[in-house]
């Protein structure tokens, strides 16, 4: 069976926005055959196009040839070298004015961006097999090497319209079509799923930048036309909702409001939910998942702790853990996470398995400890770290000889302050002996924090006299 490259658009609907000129679903697919032709005849491509939009024309091209885009978890010059290993016939896609690597290059052309070139007729959208593989993801496993998941066509489009289902995005006859901006880059996977295969199989328009700051992202969510929705991370989000805050108490009005939110990639706290629903006046829905399963389940933030998985997926459990199958799940998937299922459609998360501790007898996971952290009032941003040297066994045999460090910003709060907080949320074997207060915490593009980044952070600041509290 062959599925359609896009799906629920018209002719003359609106594929994607950038700086506010609509694009044409015709040009989209002309851009798409105009760059297929250009490829190379390679098995695997590596899209790094920033450009939502030209990402999406370079991911549909690699679809007509029959190619496959990888999507790792980073590009330095070592991931890049080692994909070269696996696969030889490896080249790259990108922007003129993109990264640099030493790998086979074909820059983003000209003629597939520019203007429709006004050729009669409109272009049908290509049938691509559903049993193609379209992408391969990939997750660091235990050892840190990256582990390719396999996605093939028909699963992703299933994956994207059941999103669609779900979140009531999916395009109306008779009513105007949805936009999207997105934080996240198309190179992840939640950015990947709900900034591009979304848009293609939902019939909604895609905006093609990636705002980073929030006066950017209110800039780019004004040049849009209701209704319009924000897809994002927990980071970009508090700092929107702290710009529409001072928009609302200055003279400046804060007037590029969402009109639907969707969040991922991190935890989301209580205060910040119901603060972003307040202060941006739409609804936020999180979205579950991981690189092997993708999407899994969707929850109104506000609505409380229990998560929906998507149509057609169930979830059941065994020794070994948690599994979700059925959907656009290839097989059965065992999830990262400590889950307590209310039945085979609905949970809640209690934390990672790979973060669960055990402190003098004492067992939780640094999740449910970030989490009870990110709730604290005034804090805007934290994490609980234990210490590399450490291990689970020192730690359950003597807690004084291991302790969980923290690092913290909150502008305004005192290191006590924060504590005496926590003290009334977790068991005191787990209060953060030091606690660090830093300016911001170093995380990525989509928000997430690396083991790497933290171990520097916290050098940087065992030079420093610590604050014990």
Request: net charge neutral; proline share 9%; with cysteine.
């Amino acid at each position: 069976m062959k599925l359609p490259l896009i799906a629920g658009f018209a002719p003359d609907a609106v594929f994607a926005w950038r700086e506010g000129e609509p694009i044409p679903t015709r040009r989209f697919l002309r851009d798409v055959a105009r760059l297929g032709a250009l490829l190379p005849a390679r098995g695997q491509v590596l899209n790094l196009c920033a450009d939502r939009y030209r990402f999406a024309v370079g991911f549909g091209a690699a679809l007509l040839r029959g190619q496959v885009s990888l999507l790792p978890p980073n590009h330095t010059p070592e991931m890049v070298a080692q994909l070269l290993l696996d696969y030889p016939g490896l080249y790259c896609l990108r922007e003129e004015g993109g990264p640099a690597l030493e790998i086979e290059t074909l820059l983003f052309p000209q003629e597939a961006g520019a203007a429709d070139g006004g050729e009669p007729g409109d272009p049908q959208a290509p049938l691509i097999p559903e049993e193609q593989v379209a992408a391969i993801v990939f997750t660091s496993g235990s050892t840190g090497t990256p582990l390719p998941n396999r996605k093939t066509w028909g699963r992703l489009t299933l994956s994207a319209q059941s999103e669609a289902a779900r979140l009531g995005l999916r395009a109306s006859p008779g009513e105007p079509a949805w936009s999207l901006v997105g934080t996240v880059p198309p190179q992840h996977m939640y950015g990947f799923e709900s900034t591009v295969l979304l848009p293609m199989q939902g019939g909604l328009a895609m905006h093609a930048g990636r705002p980073f700051y929030a006066a950017d992202v209110a800039a780019a969510l004004g040049s849009l036309p209701h209704p319009r929705a924000l897809i994002t991370t927990p980071v970009h989000l508090r700092a929107l909702v702290e710009e529409a805050a001072a928009s609302a108490s200055s003279a400046a009005a804060f007037q590029a409001l969402p009109d639907f939110l969707l969040c991922a990639t991190a935890p989301l706290s209580d205060d910040l939910a119901r603060s972003a629903e307040a202060r941006l006046k739409a609804p936020l829905y999180e979205i579950y998942g991981c690189t092997e399963a993708g999407q899994v389940a969707t929850r109104r933030s506000s609505a409380g702790p229990r998560w929906q998985a998507l149509p057609g997926l169930e979830l059941h459990q065994d020794q070994l853990g948690t599994w979700v199958r059925g959907g656009h799940v290839e097989g059965e998937v065992l999830l990262g996470d400590v889950i307590e299922l209310a039945d085979d459609t609905h949970f809640e998360l209690r934390g990672r398995n790979a973060d669960m501790i055990n402190i003098a007898g004492k067992r939780t996971s640094l999740a449910h400890l970030n989490f009870q952290l990110g709730n604290i009032e005034g804090v805007r941003d934290g994490v609980f770290v234990l210490p590399e040297h450490a291990n689970k066994g020192e730690a359950e045999k003597n807690p004084e000889v291991v302790r969980l460090a923290a690092l913290v910003v909150a502008p305004g709060l005192k290191p006590a302050q924060i504590t005496a907080a926590l003290r009334r949320r977790v068991d005191a074997v787990f209060l953060p002996r030091p606690l660090y207060m830093v300016e911001a915490l170093p995380r990525n593009s989509t928000g997430k924090l690396t083991a790497a980044a933290l171990r520097e952070l916290l050098a940087q600041c065992a030079t420093k006299p610590p604050t014990r509290t």
